[in-house]
């Protein structure tokens, strides 16, 4: 394994570190693992708490600032950060309109979350959890966990967050969150596993002429494996996986996110992002916004994560509302 | 050997439960890495670490309270799906057993609510393929010796014995709960890595619990 | 190899309709290979155009837009651009107040963009050209081609392209653009090679626990090889190299770039970026502004590059000026 | 065999190049991969289709049309250092051949006026490892064997023998030039991808030139 690290243990104590020093707008407490905005809530304002094990940067420290989040827990890599980590991220950003935490469906975040929630609102606090499952690689069924939360964890945070700034109640900032994950489906392929600093090998090998098709972000084998083959090929299956589960039909809007996973150059996502729009303008469904690059990785691993969100004039004014933070800005 | 279970054994099972969870690191978070996401061995010894420090100069009364301390540290620093589950867990063993010094059946009384607390935060069932299918015939086996007259550390023995065979039984299972749930019938053929680390605490306690004492 | 590719000889073409497709503010010219921007340029308002191989993208395409480049000429992978392109960009972005061409310092580069600026000016077009050469890892000397140009090229980009916006001269652009070089510096490291779709292998081997060090971005072996050490180690190295080219003195403010080259997590890039600062720090070096993420990449290498531009308020002032493009968004 | 260089030629000439070119792309690739960015084998085999497709049904009455049109495709097609470089040394060759047929000694004079354009262009001299180096030594054989009196067929003969060791004798020469520059000591050993190149060239030359007329 090589690493630009000093240590398997320190990996997310070091990163906070740079963190705190490269964005001056945020605020990071390195004893609790907590990152925030450096401006208090506007009071009355729902905060937003996410979190989620590290190794997915920018998500979720790179996505807290104005019109986002308000805070976000950092666990180890590839573990859901403690109850205590939700706990005093809730306490110190609630502006006495309630938190909305939104939690991509993990057993361990899940979990973790949950008990966070219990323990906030014994403290008070009005609690609100937005469940993130969008990749439809999982079948949703009860012989699985159930639905990873991938791709639209931007989606929801960014236009649940716009909502929030915009004076929402605890209510509708939740019901718009649980609205943009309803509308979104993701589904991945990789080329390579990926390495954590702890286990110092990739969570698995393939050939130099196969894939990991339906991977999540956590290094673990997809729902099968095949040989490469040309990106057309590719994405449409990958987009028939989606638009299976759900379909689009003619004249709709959509947000879509094809997303590197860490060791995709940039080059490849804008030759999957060209046959995912000529198959999209082939049914006639409209690309309203989108965006090409790394926002939800799994550390080293090379592949892309295809994400679509149904949209409606009223999600897509809350997309374009402003946002500034370290991974997302526009209107500021 | 003992036949009731005090705090200083309490508070030897979890050290021991440490020092065999150090040792198996490598091998937890390699059966995760095969079917989830390599961080299972990591995550307990943080774990059990901190619990380590929490029950050092701590020295309560009852079993129960040792129990219920190393489970909300264990709660409060690993994370992950193992954290809360396991912390849950020992929480609930720890509650049952709120009195000095505990005899075999007040153990298996207080054993069997951790395993429903288990049950009862992760919805898993047997079979499912995960630490439930260890302490399923773990906590039967325990009830099961007792009955037929064994002493504590021999229930215990029985128990651990029951428990390591549970862990090997997760191998043809296909998970339906968890990370390797993702993996669909390709889960099958390995062993589940919260399933062995439940199969060391209980061969902890019977290796603590069958010690002389000295 | 396994690339997100159809054909390794359509990479730059399927790439070039996925970014048209992706950036509705830009406009893509497929047969000559030029991206610019999709309005047209302000009558007298200089225009800058780049150019230069594929395969460091967000670089340059992604600096197409309000406040940075007009116009963008992609080469093949590694490939300088023909002059052919840049004559077609100079043409079309042309708003009668001169073309400054920003040129990475490699042979290639320099001979297509020099004929190139040759037949714009038969044209009747003013150009200037601003070279970039930052890399310390290569001795300027009769010795060598020169510095490479790498990270710097960001900031001169940036930095002349908001002058450029506020009306500065030819001349002015042109020098605001040297001094911004001038007082860059860049190093890199890399701890894998990077394969081009044409060669189908890594350009140089590496051991499990061996690293390059001062490579520069078209995957060649670098000045030297070394055993990978802690992250702390290797940027305190990298640092030194700068710092002992271009020594900064306390209370001076410096422009930060700490750069992946293509497959780096960025969990590792904000360790790096925290022993970037904390080296700074101790000299009394004030990071005034920074940027941690891929700019200015080289396909699928795993690997960093440092860039450190010394700036005055003036400099500053124009860095903070509105950027609205692919890669750098702010202000708008 | 022709004392001549003439139109024909000179597309035959054009033409062999663009298939050594084709079958030694990968070779020159991987030179360009050890010491450079492995794109040269792609980059010429790009320019020379360029130049066949260009040369398709264009015939000048004199080889020098031929080559200012062989130079200006690659100069629009190749992009990278060796594009213009190549470019510009056929152009300012082709320059030299404004007239049906040329002699052994105009054929020297145009190749040299090459090699200066080269020169000019690149600012290489002798011993930086470029394609000077093949360039300097095949002109001055060509020279030599003239003057000894061979024919035009002989001359461009030996100059490809001459271009070939030319190209060897780039392996211990550390790089002044170009990309293989930047590595310093490091491109010692290695045989300069342009000089490899330039080599295939001055033998397409010959094999055309050796030709019986048909
Ligand atoms: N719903 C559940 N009920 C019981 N045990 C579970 C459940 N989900 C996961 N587990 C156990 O947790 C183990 C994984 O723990 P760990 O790797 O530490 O957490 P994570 O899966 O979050 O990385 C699995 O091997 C399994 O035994
Ligand atoms: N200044 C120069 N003068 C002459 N030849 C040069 C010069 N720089 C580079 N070359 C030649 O160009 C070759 C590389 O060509 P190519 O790989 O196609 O371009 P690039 O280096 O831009 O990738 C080198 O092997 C060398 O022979
Ligand atoms: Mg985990
Ligand atoms: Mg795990
Ligand atoms: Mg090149
Ligand atoms: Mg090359």
């Known amino acids: 394994m090589k690493k630009l690290i000093n240590d398997p243990d320190q990996v997310v104590s070091d990163a906070l570190a740079g963190i705190a020093a490269a964005h001056p707008r945020l605020s990071v407490d390195p004893k609790n693992r907590v990152i925030t905005r450096a401006a208090q809530t506007r009071i009355g304002k729902v905060a937003l708490v996410s979190g989620g094990g590290s190794g997915h940067e920018p998500l979720h420290g790179g996505f807290v600032g104005l019109g986002m989040l308000d805070a976000a827990c950092p666990g180890e890599v590839f573990t859901s950060p403690v109850p205590g980590q939700m706990l005093t ?164 809007e959509v947000l879509v996110l094809v997303n590197g996973l860490g060791a995709t150059p940039l080059l490849e996502l804008y030759i999957v992002f060209g046959e995912v729009s000529s198959i999209l303008g082939a049914r006639g469904v409209r690309i309203a916004r989108s965006l090409v690059g790394d926002y939800v990785t799994s550390l080293d691993m090379a592949g892309v994560s295809i994400t679509l969100c149904r949209v409606n004039p009223e999600l897509l004014a809350l997309w374009d509302a402003p946002v500034d933070t370290p991974a997302l800005r526009w209107g500021v | 050997m003992p036949e009731v279970l005090e705090a200083a054994a309490a508070r030897d099972w979890m050290l021991e439960s440490a020092a065999s969870v150090a040792r198996e690191r490598g091998r937890l978070t390699e059966l995760d890495a095969a079917i989830g996401d390599g961080d299972h061995g990591t995550n307990l010894q943080r774990g059990f670490t901190a619990v380590v420090a929490a029950l050092g100069g701590f020295d309560p009364p009852t079993p129960g309270a040792v129990l219920v301390k190393a489970g909300t540290t264990l709660i409060s620093s690993v994370g992950g799906a193992s954290g809360p589950l396991y912390g849950s867990a020992l929480r609930a063993v720890g509650k049952a057993l709120d009195l000095p010094a505990a005899d075999g059946k007040q153990l298996l009384a207080a054993l069997a609510a951790g395993r429903d607390a288990l049950q009862r935060l992760g919805g898993a069932v047997a079979g499912d393929k995960t630490m439930v299918d260890v302490w399923i015939p773990a906590v039967a086996e325990f009830d099961f010796a007792l009955a037929g007259g064994a002493s504590l550390p021999g229930a215990a023995a029985s128990a651990a014995g029951a428990a390591g065979r549970g862990a090997e039984d997760t191998v043809p299972l296909q998970a339906r709960k968890g990370r390797a749930s993702y993996l669909g019938p390709r889960s099958i053929g390995h062993q589940d890595p919260g399933a062995t680390s439940s199969a060391l605490l209980f061969r902890a306690l019977a290796v603590v619990l069958g010690r002389e004492p000295g």
Not at chain 1, 123 to 147: K, N, P, Q
Not at chain 1, 220 to 233: D, F, L
């Open chain 1, 89 to 252: 991220a809730a306490q110190s950003v609630d502006g006495g309109a309630g938190v909305v935490f939104v939690v991509k469906n993990y057993t361990g975040d899940v979990l973790n979350f949950g008990m966070a929630a219990e323990l906030a609102q014994d403290e008070g606090i009005a609690v609100e959890t937005v469940l993130v499952d969008d990749d439809v690689a999982v079948r949703d069924s009860t012989w699985t966990a159930g639905r990873r939360g991938t791709g639209a964890t931007l989606f929801v945070e960014k236009i649940a967050g716009a909502a929030a700034e915009r004076g929402a109640s605890l209510a509708e900032v939740a019901a718009i969150g649980r609205r943009v994950n309803a509308a979104s489906r993701s589904f991945a392929v990789a080329l390579t596993s990926c390495t954590t600093p702890a286990a110092g090998r990739p969570g698995f090998d393939l050939p130099e002429d196969e894939i990991e098709v339906g991977v999540g972000i956590h290094g673990e084998p997809g729902r099968s494996r095949e040989k490469i083959r040309p990106a057309k090929e590719i994405v449409a299956d990958a987009m028939a996986a989606i638009l299976d589960d759900q379909p689009l039909s003619e004249g709709e």
